[in-house]
């Protein structure tokens, strides 16, 4: 392999490059931000639990939805997304609609993105104190109105490293989108190879450019999450230490 083949090679098929660079991150970026919106909904919904004070209609419906999400989950966790794009883009431009390849790629990175987001904003759920869903319901707020202003901004701050992986993931795994001619970085790659007949230097040049996006998009999530860790609350925070508990006595 020759490292000036590869300077040449980048320097006059740029443009190609370029486009397929784009095209990446649109995907990725617009797939993990709609898949985390999925995950929030279905992440949410699976945590609530009905009180039991709840009408029996109302606990069996919450035991179907469970059930369904559960298969969502499973089946898109459990089987590769080149097959579920193919699987989802002829099924749907066969017998329903003939949809745009850019939106039948967003689609298909989006829901397999939210199973993943599900279990992700399930796991920052059931990491929040218990005592704060407590705290919450002793004011009179709803199970719905605890879980969205109590226990998923909280669950968002502890999932965060794991979200942002996601995105990761999805610059990497949009290559596999190319099996529905998207025009993304690998679709590119390969047209420049069969034109160059340069395989090794034209996918050695792919692999700077995902490692280059990979490594700004750690950088940038990074920054945030370090932003986010340092955001403090105005309103006082609770004491329960043994000191406070014991001058509290005193007072009394």
Same mark, same amino acid.
């Given at each position: ?79 590769? =997304? ?12 066969? @017998? ?15 829901? @397999? ?13 059931? &990491? ?18 605890? =879980?969205?202003?109590? #226990? +998923?901004?909280?669950? #968002?701050? @502890?999932?965060?490293?794991? +979200? ?57 999530? @990074? &920054? #945030? ?28």
């Amino acid at each position: 392999m020759s490292l000036l083949k590869c300077f040449e090679i980048l320097k006059k098929y740029f443009p190609s490059f370029l486009l397929g660079i784009r095209t990446t991150l649109i995907v990725a970026i617009s797939g993990t931000l709609i898949g985390l919106l999925i995950g929030l909904l279905v992440g949410g919904v699976r945590a609530i639990r009905p009180d039991k004070t709840a009408r029996k209609s109302l606990r069996i419906c919450k035991k179907i939805i469970d059930i369904l999400i559960r298969i969502y989950v499973e089946v898109f966790r459990g089987t590769p =997304m080149m097959v579920q794009a193919v699987f989802i883009y002829y099924l749907v431009y066969t @017998n329903i609609v003939h949809w745009d390849k850019m939106v039948a790629a967003i689609f298909v990175i989006s829901i @397999n993105t939210g199973a993943y987001m599900a279990e992700i904003v399930r796991s920052g759920i059931q &990491a929040v104190d218990p005592g704060q869903n407590e705290a919450a319901r002793s004011l009179g707020m709803s199970s719905m109105q605890t =879980m969205m202003d109590v #226990i +998923i901004p909280q669950a #968002i701050k @502890n999932a965060f490293p794991a +979200i942002g992986n996601e995105l990761i993931v999805n610059i990497k795994d949009s290559s596999v989108l190319m099996i529905i001619s998207i025009t993304e970085l690998m679709f590119q790659s390969n047209s420049v190879a069969g034109t160059t007949y340069r395989f090794t230097e034209t996918y050695f040049v792919t692999a700077m450019i995902y490692l280059m996006l990979t490594s700004i998009s750690s950088v940038i999530l @990074n &920054a #945030i999450e370090r932003k986010i860790s340092n955001t403090r609350t105005s309103l006082p925070q609770s004491d329960t230490s043994f000191s406070s508990i014991s001058i509290a006595k005193g007072d009394i």
